[in-house]
């Protein structure tokens, strides 16, 4: 497993080792102990998510104001342009994201830590997302971040206009956005 930090160096890629034959391909898709020594965190994951969603489909960018969550994010199947947005006031980097895309065929992961807002856009025709998460998901402490922020300025890969849920239409403008 490599693990590199981003532009923002609390946010990691993370790559498994995966071996592969005729037959097709194996690899470890987590492990605690690994994952602790080669990112110096000592996490616990409580829960594990799992969305499908369709080309051109854009979640985010959620996150949680109490009961934070780290994420270790991955696709299983299709592309998605992945994005962590730094909200913790006190952080140089507070307001500066990093992206990057995730595959079934590169097999990244990321590591999103708590802190940060998180959102994805399906760059296949279709796409199954799996992350796990350190906290539950609480509905009443869940908070959206304007997928499209002026200020936050990510160049997602836009080809159509996006396809977004009621609450990410909804998402409030960082300057307007509870953060830590």
Known sequence: ???????????LTIEPQVFCDARGFFYESFNQQ????????????????????VKGVVRGLHYQIQQLQ?????VVRGSVFDVAVDIRK???TF????????????????????????GF??????????????????????RCIA?????IDIQWPLMTKP??????????VLSNAETF
């Open 1 to 11: 497993m490599k693990v590199t930090p981003s532009a923002i160096p609390d946010v």
């Open 34 to 53: 690994i994952f602790n020594k080669l990112t110096g965190l000592n996490v616990n994951f409580v829960q594990d998510n799992h969305s499908c969603s």
């Open 70 to 74: 780290g994420k270790l994010v991955r």
């Open 90 to 92: 006190s952080s140089l």
């Open 95 to 118: 307001g500066n994201w990093v992206g990057i895309e995730l595959t079934e065929y590169n097999k990244k992961q990321r590591w999103i830590p708590a802190g940060f807002a998180h």
């Open 121 to 142: 856009m399906v760059t296949s025709d279709s796409a199954e997302f799996l992350y796990k998460t350190t906290d539950y998901y609480v509905p009443e402490h869940e």
């Open 147 to 151: 997928w499209n922020d002026p200020v």
């Open 163 to 172: 396809k977004l849920s009621m609450k990410d239409r909804q998402g409030l």
